[in-house]
Structure formats: structure tokens, C-alpha cells
């Protein structure tokens, strides 16, 4: 009964884990049926063949070694397409549904750029003409874009304690009338800060285009055409008014996430059917408008995630983050909470995949994986 309270969420469940989408209520996104088999490559690469250097607090070796101590419960890469490689936990599987935390905001941009595409929604829209009963009207004249940036300026104060704001959007079961009277207390479009209340709004904004739930959106215009297999969507609660948690809520497959990747990596583009249009993709690669360089990344310089940012090598936009470890690379990457990574290396044409149970402090994932790519494509 403790956890039938917003508090007793808070108290006895506090942070997130890989098995909370079996706890909170949920609506399925369909498939076409059963997940279609990913083509295996011709030449594949067994784990043994392939080691990580040093970086952060991994002091090299294997790739299998780090996958069995950092709370890695799935390991794929596709090359071209296709199955070159992939590893599992113990107890988990290419069909094991698992959380992807904020691996969904990414799949919240797929799902915004194919209402900007058919005419449902424009970027630049502002809030107020979106979503009725705002509070805030600063909030009101904010736009879609802005919300995509991560530079609203509301409030956003990370924690675990009940007042923090990651616990009332996590733990909270009345966010649609929470998100509605969310404020901006810090300046507007000075820096980025992550902030959990934006894909809330942008959940709502998508149903209000749309007529439809975000997994009912989700299912027809993406999961189902991708074959990609069970997936469900968090909410915070079953009853009349629920909301999907878009800024956490997507729980899906290792495979179901590949082929996630790989339309990404073709441009939107899968079976010869553009899923999402080519130029919100083009917009996605386009950082001139994202944040792109370490002063963007400011407010985090003095949290462990900071560093990396700090590096002058990430970029952020529109619900992506981008990595460029040297001229000429540019890679996308979804990433979640607990190590979740869906990794887009277009030069390598690589996908790859990481589910987790933790994100080991001091290992930042994503030149890893650009390692790992690098690695396949030279094979």
C-alpha cells in the first residue's frame, strides 16, 4: 500500500531501475506481430575479437569484460544493417523488454518531426496556441523549439528527495495538471539544462495535434511499420487523463531499439518508405541551432557528467546528443539514465545498442562506442 502514494514512490522506490516499467501502469505499443528477425552479417565478430582502451575509470581490455562489469544487460551492433555482433546478460534476451529511460526523448523527436512533416505541428509554434490552461505565461510564449533545446528556463531542480523536480515527474501521478503550471525561474535561451518537464509538454502537445496517444501515435507511425517487435509505454496512472511519461516512459527491446537506430542511420527511410522525413533528420545533423560547444554545457562543469561536456566534443539538439571526437565525425546518440544507448555512426554505418541496469560512474559511453564502431567497420 506504501507505494499506492506519490510519498511512499518516493520513499521506497526512490531512484530509477531497469525493472520499473513492471511496476508502473502502462499502454502497450503495437506491432505489425511478432518481431521480425534481424539478418545476420556475413562476418561476424565474436566478443574476444574485440577490446576497449582505457578511458575514464575503464582501464582497457575487453569488450566482453566491460560488459560484464558495468551492468550491461545487452550488447548489439549492426554493421550495414545487419547482425554482426551481440552479447547478453544472463537472464536477458534479444526479446527481453527493459527500460530505456530517456532513450525516449529521443523517440519523442522521431515522433515530433513526423507531425512537423504532414502539417500537424510547426517548431515554431508557441505553447499557448498548443495547449490550453498554461499558468505561466512566459511558459505560454515559449515555443516547441525551445522545448526541443533544453532552454525553456523552468524550473528543473534535480534529486531524489520528494520536492526535487526529477522525483514529482518520475514518482507524480497528476502530471498533466502539474506540467500546466510548471514556471520559468532562469534565464531563457542562456544555456542547456536537461529538464523532464519538456517532454512532458511536448506528450501533450503531440496528443493535441494528433488526437491520439502518444502510444497510439507511437505504434502506428513508427513501432508497427518497423516491425520492431513489444515495446510499452510507462504512464502515470491508468485512469481518465493519464499521460505518457515521454520523457522516460519507452521500454522496448534490444532488437526493437536496433532497428530504431538503423532507420535513423537511413535517414528515416525503411523498406523504401520515408517514416520520418528527411529534412527534420537534416535539421537534427544541422547543430548550428543546438548547443555545440563546453560554455553551452556550463551549469553541469561542476557534476560527474560535466567533464565529458565540458570537452568541447558533444553537442545536443532536439532530444539527440551528438558526438564529434575530431574532425570530420559526427555521430548521434540516444542515451538514458542507466547506461541505455541507442549509438548512430553514420561513416561506420554502425548502430549500436547498450541496455543497462547502472550507469558505472566515470565511464561515459559514447567514445566506446565510437571505438567499437571504428573496430567493425575495419573488419
Not at 74 to 85: I, N, T
Not at 208 to 215: E, F, G, L, R, Y
Not at 237 to 247: F, P
Request: some cysteine; hydrophobic content about 40%; charged content about 20%.
Amino acid at each position: 500500500m506504501l507505494t499506492k502514494t506519490y510519498l511512499g514512490r518516493c520513499v521506497r522506490w526512490r531512484r530509477p531501475t531497469d525493472q520499473d516499467h513492471l511496476r508502473f501502469p502502462f499502454e502497450r505499443v503495437r506491432s505489425t506481430g511478432p518481431m521480425a528477425t534481424l539478418p545476420n552479417h556475413p562476418r561476424p565478430a565474436a566478443a574476444e575479437q574485440l577490446t576497449v582502451p582505457a578511458a575514464g575509470a575503464w582501464q582497457g581490455g575487453s569488450l566482453q569484460s566491460l560488459l560484464a562489469g558495468t551492468g550491461t544487460t545487452s550488447f548489439l551492433v549492426l554493421r550495414d544493417g545487419q547482425l554482426a555482433h551481440e552479447w547478453y546478460a544472463p537472464n536477458f534476451g534479444a526479446d527481453t523488454v527493459t527500460r530505456t529511460l530517456s532513450v525516449t526523448k529521443s523517440v519523442a523527436s522521431l515522433l515530433v518531426g513526423q507531425a512537423v512533416g504532414d502539417g500537424r505541428l510547426s517548431v515554431d509554434a508557441s505553447l499557448g496556441d498548443l495547449l490550453p490552461g498554461l499558468v505561466d505565461p512566459r511558459v505560454a510564449a515559449m515555443t516547441v523549439e525551445q522545448l526541443m533545446r533544453m532552454s525553456s528556463g523552468i524550473r528543473y531542480r534535480e534529486g531524489v528527495t520528494p520536492w526535487s523536480d526529477d522525483a514529482l515527474v518520475y514518482h507524480g501521478s497528476g502530471l498533466r495538471q502539474a506540467a500546466r503550471r510548471v514556471r520559468v525561474v532562469d534565464p531563457v535561451d542562456k544555456h542547456f539544462h536537461y529538464n523532464d518537464w519538456h517532454p512532458l509538454l511536448i506528450a501533450m502537445v503531440l496528443e493535441n495535434a494528433s488526437d491520439a496517444s502518444v502510444a497510439q501515435l507511437l505504434s502506428k507511425d513508427l513501432w508497427a511499420p518497423l516491425d520492431a517487435g513489444p515495446a510499452t509505454m510507462t504512464l502515470d496512472h491508468s485512469h481518465t487523463g493519464k499521460l505518457a511519461h515521454l520523457e522516460s516512459g519507452f521500454n522496448a527491446t534490444p532488437h526493437g531499439l536496433a532497428r530504431l537506430g538503423q532507420l535513423v542511420l537511413q535517414r528515416g527511410v525503411w523498406n523504401g518508405q520515408e517514416l520520418v522525413p528527411a529534412a527534420w533528420l537534416g535539421r537534427l545533423d544541422d547543430l548550428s541551432s543546438g548547443w555545440n560547444s563546453a560554455r553551452d554545457f556550463a551549469y553541469y562543469e561542476s557534476l560527474p557528467w560535466g567533464r565529458p561536456l565540458s570537452s568541447g566534443k558533444f553537442g545536443y539538439k532536439d532530444f539527440w546528443w551528438h558526438y564529434m571526437p575530431r574532425h570530420g565525425v559526427h555521430d548521434l546518440f540516444a542515451m538514458g539514465a542507466l547506461g541505455a544507448h541507442v549509438y548512430v555512426s553514420r561513416d561506420t554505418g554502425c548502430v549500436l545498442v547498450r541496455t543497462a541496469s547502472r550507469f558505472p560512474r566515470g565511464v561515459w559511453w559514447a567514445g566506446i562506442l565510437r571505438n567499437v564502431a571504428e573496430q567493425m567497420a575495419n573488419q
